[in-house]
Each structure stands twice: as C-alpha cells, then as structure tokens.
C-alpha cells in the first residue's frame, strides 16, 4: 500500500511566488552589467600599467646605450676621436636602435664637441640625445701640479 503525502502550500505564499516571477533574471542582468563595468576599467588599468612598464624598461635600454657610449668616447684618448659622423644601426638584442654620433673639432687639438643621438626602432620608446665636450690634456700627468707645461 502506497500512501502519498501532499504538501499544500499556503495561497499568501503562491501569491508571493507569482509576484516575484521575472525578478531574478532582472538581478542576474543588472550584477552582469555592474561585473562588466568593473571588468573594464581594471582592464584598462591593466593596459596602462604594462604600456608604463614596456616604457620604463625601454627609457632603462636606451639610457644605458647612451651611457655605454658616452662612456667609450671619454675613455679613449682624445686623438682616437674621429672627427666626423658615425651611424650604427643595431638590430639584434632587446633595444634595436640606431646610434648617430657627431664628433666637431671647433678648436683644432684643443676642444672636440660630440654629440650622441639614440633613436630607437620601437616608436613606442623616444629618441635622447647627449651632448659632451672633449679637450685635450695639457700634460701627460695630468696629476702632476709642478710639471712644466707643454
């Protein structure tokens, strides 16, 4: 013998239930939108801050070949620095660029002006210049205060 129970619901409930039809699926499509609209504007926080970090770490690139160069020319003795324009062209490596280096003898063995010009393949990255003077030593100890002077 089967005995099946049934479990009435009161008619203010059911009246209740009816009044709510449609509600959810309004509250499922407003939290969708308010979950876009956050979605996208961490999305294009996240696009700013990598496109500042690709040019922070480019600025660093750049700032280093700059130095390395700079660096080479004041290294090396004063005649070893050809008057004229040399260009460079690197390709390879994680800073492509073109490096242009203009060395000017406005006083002939006494003053050179060099001029270091980085322009970097990647527009992204912006072109910086450097700008140095190079004089020819009056001695060759140049520690020397009692030396006669040539």
Do not use: W
């Amino acid at each position: 013998m089967k005995i099946f129970v049934r479990n009435r619901v009161p008619a203010e409930a059911m009246a209740a239930r009816n009044g709510r039809k449609g509600m959810v699926l309004v509250e499922v499509i407003v939290a969708m939108v308010l979950l876009a609209v956050a979605v996208s504007s961490l999305a294009s926080l996240v696009y700013s801050v990598s496109r500042n970090g690709l040019i922070a770490s480019g600025n660093a690139y750049r700032n280093g070949v700059l130095m390395q160069e700079v660096n080479r020319l004041e290294g090396i003795p004063y005649a070893s620095v050809a008057v004229g324009v040399t260009t460079v062209s690197v390709s390879t490596g994680k800073y492509p660029h073109t490096r242009t280096v203009t060395v000017t003898e406005p006083v002939a063995n006494v003053i050179k002006n060099i001029t270091i010009v980085i322009k970097p393949t990647n527009a992204v990255f912006k072109p910086d210049t450097a700008k140095f003077i190079r004089t020819n030593a009056r001695t060759t100890a140049v520690l020397c205060t009692d030396c006669p002077q040539n």
